[in-house]
C-alpha cells in the first residue's frame, strides 16, 4: 500500500512561531501537495511540488513556504504562525501522470495556533 | 475561477435508503473528476471519471461523469451507518503537476 505519512497529528503552536510540517510517502511519487481544509471551504492548495526542489505556489500560498530536498520528504513552513492558520492540512502525492487511484492523502495534521 | 460545487451540503438518511450526490465543474483544462470519502482523517479515492456516461461501481457505490453539463453524481444504494462520512468531489486540471480543485464535499449521515 502507498503510504503517506504526516509526521503529527496534533499540534498546538503560539502565535509568532515558525512551525514545520512533514510529509513522507514511499512510493516514488513525483509531485507532492500541501493542502489546508476548513469547514465550508473544503479543500483548498497552498503549494505543490512536482520535483525536488521544483515548487509552485497553490491558490493560497501567503503565510507559507515549502521544501523539497528529497523527492519522498516535503515540508510546509509557517514562518510566522498566526490565529487564521489554525486548520487540517493535509498532504498528498500522486505520480506526474495521475495514476488510476488519484491522489494518496496523508492522515492530516490539525494545527492549532493559540 | 475554475470551481467545483458540491451539493448538498449535508443529508441525513436512515440505513437502507438511497442517496444521490451531486458534483458539477468549472475547470480550466479540466482532464478527470474524483471522487473521495473522507472519515475522521484521510481521504480515501472511490473513483476517477474521464469518460462521459460511463458508470463506475464499486460495491454498493456507483459514479458517472456528464462532461456536456459538467457534472458528476455519486450513488450510495442500501445505505449503512458505516457510510457516514463526508464526500468531496474533486476536478483534475494541468499537464504534468496534475491538479486537483476541491469542492466543499457532502456531509452524509446516516441513522440506523
Known amino acids: 500500500d502507498v503510504k503517506v505519512t504526516q509526521s503529527s497529528r496534533y499540534l498546538v503552536k503560539r502565535t509568532g512561531e515558525k512551525v514545520f510540517l512533514e510529509c513522507v510517502q514511499d512510493?516514488?511519487?513525483?509531485?507532492m501537495f500541501w493542502y489546508r481544509q476548513d469547514p465550508g471551504l473544503g479543500l483548498r492548495l497552498i503549494y505543490f511540488?512536482?520535483?525536488?526542489?521544483?515548487?509552485e505556489k497553490g491558490d493560497i500560498p501567503e503565510g507559507y513556504s515549502v521544501s523539497r530536498e528529497k523527492k519522498e520528504r516535503f515540508s510546509l513552513i509557517l514562518e510566522s504562525a498566526s490565529t487564521n492558520q489554525t486548520s487540517m492540512y493535509l498532504c498528498?502525492?500522486?505520480?506526474?501522470?495521475?495514476?488510476?487511484?488519484?491522489?494518496?492523502f496523508g492522515s492530516g495534521t490539525r494545527l492549532t495556533v493559540v | 475561477e475554475d470551481k467545483v460545487v458540491q451539493s448538498p451540503l449535508s443529508l441525513v438518511v436512515h440505513e437502507g435508503d438511497t442517496v444521490t450526490l451531486n458534483c458539477s465543474y468549472e475547470?480550466?483544462?479540466?482532464?478527470?473528476l474524483l471522487w473521495y470519502k473522507q472519515e475522521k482523517k484521510a481521504p480515501t479515492f472511490l473513483f476517477m471519471l474521464?469518460?462521459?456516461?460511463i458508470e463506475k461501481k464499486s460495491g454498493r457505490l456507483s459514479s458517472i461523469l456528464d462532461k456536456k453539463e459538467l457534472s458528476s453524481i455519486l450513488n450510495i444504494t442500501a445505505t449503512q451507518t458505516g457510510d457516514s462520512a463526508i464526500y468531496l468531489c474533486?476536478?483534475?486540471?494541468?499537464?504534468?503537476?496534475?491538479?486537483?480543485?476541491f469542492g466543499t464535499g457532502t456531509l452524509l449521515a446516516v441513522q440506523p
Open positions: 498528498a502525492s500522486t505520480f506526474v501522470q495521475g495514476g488510476r487511484d488519484g491522489y494518496t
Open positions: 512510493m516514488d511519487h513525483e509531485n
Open positions: 511540488s512536482y520535483d525536488v526542489k521544483m515548487k
Open positions: 475547470v480550466t483544462n479540466f482532464r478527470s
Open positions: 474521464t469518460s462521459s456516461g
Open positions: 474533486a476536478g483534475g486540471y494541468g499537464g504534468a503537476t496534475n491538479k486537483l480543485i
